[in-house]
């Protein structure tokens, strides 16, 4: 077992990190053709700097590292092809956002003292 | 170790059909999947159910375990017989979808880990770079608060010299930064698979599961806390203690609040940009009668208060 007293700091994926293609086909484990496929398909959605046919200068936002995870898990472990995958998504980010507002609907302002 | 009932998990019939068994599965897999369901224990009911398929789905091994027999329940302390597994042919191992590591004990002494050589191969692309890899570290929500230290230990397989995998363990100190959530990931460079030749190593990604916590709920960056409060308190107003993962705070509880009342404190969630909020909500509890002063007290209620809480009910 190594142990060293070093600590290690790292950046917040979500919040700090952009990929690009190939970073995140690396970070992912994931062939970038896949990913690509799931760019065409509108799974991920990269912002791009000039044309979107240069998947060059295609960048992906810190989040999407879980997304093309779970859209691979939901894929072997439900069979789900990647038009289902996709409408999951939206499903269950449509479910949260309802879940929000039913809280945000039902809950008072309290009062700290 | 713990005997399972693959049937009983997958809620068929001994005798139920390969299809039956499948369709079983089908319907367990998107209930439980993680990333879908929203229940508590999801994660694990999900690898149980996986389990239980990856052995009736693949007609030798469940032979084998129908060999068995029917007697045994779920829980009970089990052995598998001496010579059980004998006669039977276990073809290519069948590990197909699942992944049987993460398999219980009770699999594993039946049909084995199924590790040596699966998933293993390197990447037969000539690769420079080492892989990224990926591991859970979990953490208290105190930490995602104040920002901490904290030691991880990460196993991972490496083969041998005698061509065998053996699991190789390494700690880490990672600062866990204040403001992150469950489900976010902590890059950390150069600390994943090492690279090839003169290659860089690959990164380590550390997902971040909040260890589950006697009374908060976590939601994304809002916290939840359950606030049992009397009944008076809840009727007649009250001014209360609150704990929240950064310290005590009082709180005014309005007059007439109803049991499920919920309340949010604005910015005492997990800190951020936007921050998140706690949001008590009020549990009324009953004081118990157990003394002769509590029951008079209860019968003086009784007596003046006129209340029916079943009027509604048309009673």
């Excluded at chain 2, 920002?147 to 065998?164: N, S």
């Excluded at chain 2, 499920?260 to 998140?276: A, E, S, T, V």
Aim: some cysteine; charged content about 25%.
């Amino acid at each position: 077992m190594t142990v060293t007293s070093y600590i290690f700091s790292g950046h917040i994926v979500e919040e700090e990190v952009e990929f690009s293609l190939s970073e995140l086909s690396q970070a992912c484990g994931v062939n970038a053709e896949w990913l690509i496929t799931l760019v065409e398909e509108g799974i991920l959605d990269p912002h791009e700097n000039g044309s979107h046919k240069n998947r060059h200068q295609w960048r992906f936002s810190g989040p999407c590292i879980q997304r093309v995870r779970i859209v691979r898990r939901l894929q072997q472990d439900l069979g789900i092809n990647l038009a289902g995958v996709a409408l999951t998504l939206e499903l269950l980010g449509e479910i949260n956002d309802l879940k929000a507002r039913l809280i945000a609907l039902e809950s008072g302002t309290a009062e700290e003292l | 170790m713990e005997f399972k009932d693959y049937y009983k998990i997958m809620g068929v019939e001994r005798s139920a059909s390969q299809d039956e068994i499948k369709r079983a599965y089908r319907k367990l897999s998107r209930k439980y999947h993680p990333d879908v369901s929203k229940e508590s224990d999801s994660e694990e009911r999900f690898k149980t159910v996986g389990e239980a398929y990856e052995v009736l789905k693949d007609p030798e091994k469940r032979a084998a375990y129908d060999q068995l027999g029917a007697d045994w329940k779920s829980g009970q302390d089990f052995r598998p017989p001496p010579e059980w597994d004998q006669g039977f042919e276990f073809h290519g191992g069948g590990f197909t979808e699942a992944d049987a590591s993460q398999f219980s004990d009770f699999f594993e002494s039946l049909f084995g880990g199924g590790n040596a050589g699966r998933g293993q191969t390197r990447n037969p692309h000539f690769s420079q770079r080492g892989e990224d890899t990926h591991a859970k570290v979990i953490v208290e929500l105190e930490d995602a608060y104040n920002g901490a230290t904290r030691t991880i230990t990460l196993h991972h397989t490496e083969l041998g010299a005698d061509g065998r995998p053996n699991v190789v363990n390494r700690t880490l100190k990672v600062n866990i930064p204040k403001g992150v959530y469950q489900g976010q990931h902590i890059r950390l460079m150069g600390q994943g698979s090492a690279g090839v030749g003169q290659g860089k190593a690959g990164d380590l990604y550390l997902e971040i599961e909040f260890n589950s916590h006697s009374f908060y709920r976590v939601e994304g960056r809002n916290v939840y806390l359950d606030l049992p409060v009397t009944p008076w308190e809840a009727m007649l107003g009250a001014r209360v203690s609150v704990p929240t993962p950064s310290g005590k705070v009082e709180l005014k509880i309005l007059p007439d609040s109803k049991p499920g009342r919920k309340m949010r404190l604005k910015g005492k969630g997990i800190p951020g940009n936007p921050g998140g909020d706690l949001y008590v909500v009020l549990q009324v509890v009953l004081p118990p009668a157990d003394t002769d002063e509590a029951k008079a007290l209860y019968r003086e209620m009784e007596k003046k208060l006129a209340f029916n809480p079943r009027a509604a009910l048309g009673v």
